[in-house]
């Protein structure tokens, strides 16, 4: 079959424009210029013509129309060429993927378990900070401009800073099973956490020895006691401590702590068995090895730290996440320590008698057994026991001297106040406020810090003036009787 020849300038269809003008415009004058080719400009399809179609059937004549081009601008479409390059530059190389939160994730899974209240809490927050610094490291090229990563990048300066870190050492890693010491108490009670174990995290006792001696247990009670000589304060599967307590006046009943031993009983691969001996006017900064740490590796399980020479020492023993507080304040010594409850509690029927569980007997108890100082209301005495009893300091003085290092006047105030008036040794007022500081650094609940005496005898929370005064006063009575 023939094909029906189409008239020459004809055109399949309306030129589309790249502008917003219609399809077609109104037919120009007639004009003998021959009609140009369409434009097939960079390879492309020759672009439709731009001629218009024939008039009107009812004029039945052929009307030519003058070409009309419509070529795309150069600039738009080498611009929508690269716009497509780019577009699918990935079907060929994938770009580099930000991995900014897969950092930020697994460095919350490093920490979000670790108690700033626990034995090496800030080695181990260090060695997550540098895993985490390692991991923005490695993904900043392809987190250029993003504000997340930019932001990390600051955060971890900013908590290497206040944590003391070094920007080199080691470094946790993602998967607790690889890191798990059994010479780091935290660290397999974090691995049980993460295998679905047991869910809640290790509850901390503390306990603390200071002053005329005042004894605060791993329940919280406060308690004055005579003990004098050797008394077990700890003695458990893993750890003793013994204090000796001798006479503070002549002739009263109230006593002070001249020497402490600790023995940290042998455990498996993580340390034999040491000693640590303090007296008072030796402080010593080892064990009576003379080691100063236990367990192998640059890592030790149990070492001492001298924070002040001949005045004040610590013990961190990472294999059962104890710390334990030694200080030397005027003639006396003083202890705090931390313990796990599970661990404090392993002890066996007959080690029952010990100071920081069950508190001391009560016929070594000088106070009215509910950790008050001002134990006794109510009552006046003569003038003549008070001139006895104060040596060198009255009510108000011992007061404002103590008020002076503690302006909480809770049971810490009170037992300053109580050892100034005994006494008559300001060292006291020194070692009350060194027990509240130890208190904050060790014990695991804030809202605990304060203890503030009670009374049965409808005396408001604190008491007034009057009360305490009359209460120390017939206490210092009953030390001296």
């Known amino acids: 079959m023939m094909r029906k020849k189409r008239k020459r300038?004809?055109?399949?269809?309306?030129?589309?424009?790249?502008?917003?003008?219609?399809?077609?415009?109104?037919?120009?004058?007639?004009?003998?210029?021959?009609?140009?080719?369409a434009w097939t400009g960079m390879g492309l399809r020759a672009a439709p013509s731009c001629a218009?179609?024939?008039?009107?059937?009812?004029?039945?004549?052929?009307?030519?129309?003058r070409p009309r081009l419509c070529p795309p601008p150069l600039a738009l479409l080498l611009l929508l060429l690269l716009s497509l390059g780019l577009l699918h530059a990935g079907d060929c190389?994938?770009?580099?993927?930000?991995?900014?939160?897969?950092?930020?994730?697994?460095?919350?899974?490093?920490?979000?378990?670790?108690?700033?209240?626990?034995?090496?809490?800030?080695?181990?927050?260090?060695?997550?900070?540098?895993?985490y610094a390692g991991c923005t490291q490695r993904t900043s090229k392809a987190c250029r401009g993003n504000?997340?990563?930019?932001?990390?990048?600051?955060?971890?300066?900013?908590?290497?800073?206040?944590?003391?870190?070094?920007?080199?050492?080691?470094?946790?890693?993602t998967n607790p099973e690889v890191t798990h010491d059994p010479c780091n108490y935290h660290s397999h009670t974090g691995a049980r956490e993460h295998r679905g174990g047991d869910q809640t995290p290790p509850n901390y006792l503390f306990c603390g020895l200071f002053g005329d001696p005042h004894l605060?247990?791993?329940?919280?009670?406060?308690?004055?006691?005579?003990?004098?000589?050797?008394?077990?304060?700890?003695?458990?599967?893993y750890l003793s401590v013994q204090v000796t307590n001798v006479p503070v006046v002549s002739g009263s009943s109230a006593t002070a702590t001249n020497k402490i031993t600790i023995i940290f009983k042998a455990h498996r691969e993580c340390?034999?068995?040491?000693?640590y001996q303090a007296v008072t006017d030796d402080l010593p900064a080892a064990f009576v090895d003379g080691s100063t740490s236990g367990g192998d590796g640059d890592t030790k399980s149990l070492r001492i730290v001298e924070r002040e020479s001949g005045r004040y020492v610590e013990m961190h023993a990472r294999y059962i996440g104890t710390t334990?507080?030694?200080?030397?304040?005027?003639?006396?010594?003083?202890?705090?320590?931390?313990?796990?409850?599970?661990?404090a509690m392993s002890y066996e029927e007959s080690q029952d008698l010990q100071l920081c569980v069950n508190g001391c007997p009560l016929g070594e108890r000088i106070d009215d057994g509910q950790g008050q100082v001002s134990a006794i209301l109510g009552h006046t005495l003569p003038r003549t026991s008070l001139t006895q009893a104060w040596p060198g300091y009255t009510l108000e003085t011992a007061n404002a001297q103590c008020h002076e290092k503690m302006p909480v006047k809770d049971i810490y105030f009170q037992s300053c106040v109580f050892d100034l008036l005994t006494t008559g040794d300001a060292n006291f007022t020194a070692a009350a406020h060194s027990a509240l500081e130890d208190v904050e650094?060790?014990?695991?609940?804030?809202?605990?810090?304060?203890?503030?005496?009670?009374?049965?005898?409808?005396?408001p929370r604190g008491g007034s003036r009057l009360s305490v005064s009359l209460g120390l006063t017939c206490l210092i009575l009953i030390v001296f009787l």
């Not at 004098?228 to 304060?233: C, F, V, Y």
Request: charged share 20%.
């Open 271 to 275: 340390t034999d068995q040491k000693v």
């Open 147 to 173: 504000l997340v990563y930019h932001s990390a990048v600051l955060g971890i300066s900013d908590l290497m800073s206040q944590r003391n870190c070094s920007k080199d050492g080691p470094t946790s890693s």
């Open 216 to 237: 605060r247990t791993f329940k919280d009670h406060f308690q004055t006691c005579k003990v004098e000589g050797a008394w077990p304060l700890i003695d458990n599967n």
């Open 52 to 65: 218009a179609a024939a008039s009107a059937a009812a004029a039945g004549a052929e009307q030519r129309r």
């Open 93 to 131: 190389q994938q770009p580099a993927q930000c991995r900014i939160q897969k950092c930020t994730t697994d460095f919350v899974s490093l920490t979000s378990h670790l108690n700033s209240a626990i034995d090496g809490f800030d080695s181990e927050f260090c060695k997550a900070l540098r895993a």
């Open 441 to 459: 650094a060790l014990h695991p609940r804030k809202e605990r810090w304060h203890i503030f005496p009670s009374s049965s005898r409808g005396t």
């Open 324 to 343: 334990v507080f030694v200080r030397q304040l005027g003639r006396y010594l003083t202890l705090a320590i931390r313990m796990p409850e599970d661990l």
């Open 9 to 37: 300038g004809a055109s399949p269809g309306p030129c589309r424009s790249h502008g917003p003008g219609p399809a077609t415009a109104p037919a120009p004058p007639p004009s003998p210029e021959p009609t140009r080719s």
